[in-house]
């Protein structure tokens, strides 16, 4: 696997870990106002999955960067 290959890769992945988050964010915001899991919304489940979502996004990258940081010390 080329340099350029695996950067590309890791770019690719940060950029999906952080659409997760955000999308589950989104979710929670949805089962907070909608009807999605009951009607009139809910909103205690909701904030929860919400806060997760941004948990995941703001935290995964950040892992994931820090392991590929190890993995580039340990191959030099």
């Given at each position: 696997m080329g340099d350029e290959s695996k950067h590309r890769n890791r770019l690719l992945a940060y950029t999906?870990?952080?659409a997760f988050g955000l999308?589950?964010?989104l979710l929670?915001?949805?089962i907070i106002y909608s009807d999605l899991v009951r009607p009139?919304?809910?909103?205690?489940?909701g904030a929860i999955?919400?806060?997760?979502?941004v948990i995941d996004a703001l935290f995964?990258?950040?892992?994931?960067k820090k392991l590929?940081?190890?993995q580039d010390a340990q191959s030099e």
């Open positions: 999906g870990v952080r999308a589950v964010m929670g915001l949805a009139g919304g809910w909103p205690q489940l999955v919400a806060i997760l979502g995964a990258p950040r892992l994931l590929w940081d190890q």
